[in-house]
């Protein structure tokens, strides 16, 4: 009978507190894990190849054209539709020329009062004189960036 009234009663906050902060260190533990070292894994034998679900020739990697690879993750993270022409020869400075290709028209007002017009990204960049890939031509897109930066209308 006295068990059954122990059992009844309210827990006090005492004890709530300990099996809280009970429950958070064997979390803490949990996660924390251990410091033994990870088992090696173990290597191929030499001339065998891995296959790797999506390696579609089995040549022990994805490639680009390949069922397992993801144009969002992997590579330079930009997918076959996302590149506009203007931009297929960029080379190493292709994300900032598909940023620059999405940009709208846009334009400003001086202090003067004239007007400036600015044509969309895509027409800027076929406007360069600056051979695609080259530093001169990333130099070039990087000066678009800074303008559009300065004067675009802020949303």
């Given at each position: 009978?006295?068990?059954?009234?122990?059992?009844?009663?309210?827990?006090?906050?005492?004890?709530?507190?300990?099996?809280?902060?009970?429950?958070?260190?064997?979390?803490?533990?949990?996660?924390?894990?251990?410091?033994?070292?990870?088992?090696?894994?173990?290597?191929?034998?030499?001339?065998?190849?891995?296959?790797?679900?999506?390696?579609?020739?089995?040549?022990?990697?994805?490639?680009?054209?390949?069922?397992?690879?993801?144009?969002?993750?992997?590579?330079?993270?930009?997918?076959?539709?996302?590149?506009?022409?203007?931009?297929?020869?960029?080379?190493?400075?292709?994300?900032?020329?598909?940023?620059?290709?999405?940009?709208?028209?846009?334009?400003?007002?001086?202090?003067?009062?004239?007007?400036?017009?600015?044509?969309?990204?895509?027409?800027?960049?076929?406007?360069?004189?600056?051979?695609?890939?080259?530093a001169p031509w990333a130099d070039a897109l990087a000066a678009l960036d800074a303008?559009?930066?300065?004067?675009?209308?802020?949303?």
């Open positions: 009978m006295r068990l059954l009234r122990l059992m009844a009663r309210r827990p006090r906050p005492a004890a709530l507190f300990a099996a809280g902060l009970a429950t958070a260190l064997l979390g803490t533990v949990g996660v924390l894990g251990t410091d033994a070292p990870a088992a090696p894994a173990a290597e191929p034998a030499p001339g065998v190849t891995v296959a790797l679900p999506g390696d579609d020739n089995a040549d022990g990697r994805i490639d680009e054209d390949e069922s397992g690879w993801d144009c969002r993750t992997m590579g330079n993270r930009l997918c076959g539709g996302d590149v506009p022409p203007e931009c297929e020869r960029a080379g190493d400075s292709v994300q900032l020329c598909v940023t620059v290709a999405a940009r709208a028209p846009y334009g400003w007002t001086n202090a003067d009062g004239s007007t400036v017009d600015v044509p969309d990204g895509r027409a800027m960049i076929r406007d360069l004189d600056e051979t695609p890939g080259t303008e559009y930066r300065e004067h675009a209308p802020r949303a």
